[in-house]
């Protein structure tokens, strides 16, 4: 059974810091990796999916990184912004498991300004 | 504009009264899930569709019924609602199996 675990639940930066928000999961037979953003009440906004053949995807200021062997990925966020305060989830796509995605429970950010 | 839509936004209903949940993508993709948002739980599957007439279980579907008469469309039936079914839930559909998945806005179900 895939197990997706974000770590820490919570973080506070400073604007201009730069974001780093970790996951891991216990199953390395994975399809994807894909990144969400979910703002309060709202629903989930596709960030970036990183493929298992790839080591990292970029867009803008995001950044994620995925070590299949070692059941991690990182989303790194540059130069954060008040408006990057919000809760990002990540999820998994098992090469048993088809259409499903395993998620993680999410880091929820604040910048302040 | 792409995306997946789900109505209501919002639902208040009592124990036992059997409602839908419609849930609509502009996008041609094959493949549309629902999933559940729960505290502490996260976002686990209920149902997902792999094309029009063909849908499986997910990870908890008690309680709940799908159909995938045309390919937009995906709607989420609840026959006979109960208490444990209040939560955040959340349509999704991608092109592929594997492909981007995109969410509808959500609807948060209470059920009294």
């Known amino acids: 059974k895939q197990e997706v675990t974000q770590i820490p639940a919570a973080l506070s930066v400073p604007e201009g810091e730069n974001l780093v928000l970790n996951c891991s999961f216990t199953?390395?037979?994975?399809?994807?990796l894909q990144w969400f953003r979910q703002d309060p009440g709202k629903g989930l906004t596709s960030l970036l999916l990183?493929?298992?053949?790839?080591r990292e995807q970029t867009s803008g200021r995001l950044n994620a990184s995925l070590d299949k062997s070692s059941g991690r990925s990182t989303l790194y966020i540059a130069a954060s912004q008040p408006g990057d305060s919000a809760t990002y989830l990540c999820?998994?796509?098992?090469?048993?498991?088809?259409?499903?995605?395993?998620f993680g429970g999410g880091t929820r950010v604040l910048v302040k300004p | 504009e792409a995306q997946v839509t789900q109505n209501p936004r919002y639902l208040i209903t009592v124990t036992g009264k059997k409602l839908t949940v419609t849930c609509s993508q502009n996008?041609?993709?094959?493949?549309m899930s629902w999933y559940r948002q729960d505290p502490g739980l996260g976002l686990r599957q209920i149902y997902y569709?792999?094309?029009?007439?063909?849908?499986d279980k997910g990870d908890v579907p008690e309680g709940y019924k799908v159909s995938r008469k045309e390919k937009r469309n995906f709607p989420l039936i609840l026959e006979s609602p109960s208490p444990n079914q209040t939560s955040l839930y959340f349509c999704?559909?991608?092109?592929?199996?594997?492909?981007?998945?995109?969410f509808g806005q959500g609807t948060r179900l209470t059920v009294v």
């Open positions: 999704a559909s991608s092109l592929t199996g594997t492909g981007v998945k995109f």
């Open positions: 199953d390395s037979a994975i399809y994807n």
């Open positions: 990183i493929q298992s053949s790839q």
């Open positions: 999820a998994v796509r098992r090469i048993a498991a088809g259409n499903k995605l395993t």
């Open positions: 996008m041609n993709h094959e493949y």
């Open positions: 569709s792999m094309n029009v007439e063909v849908t």
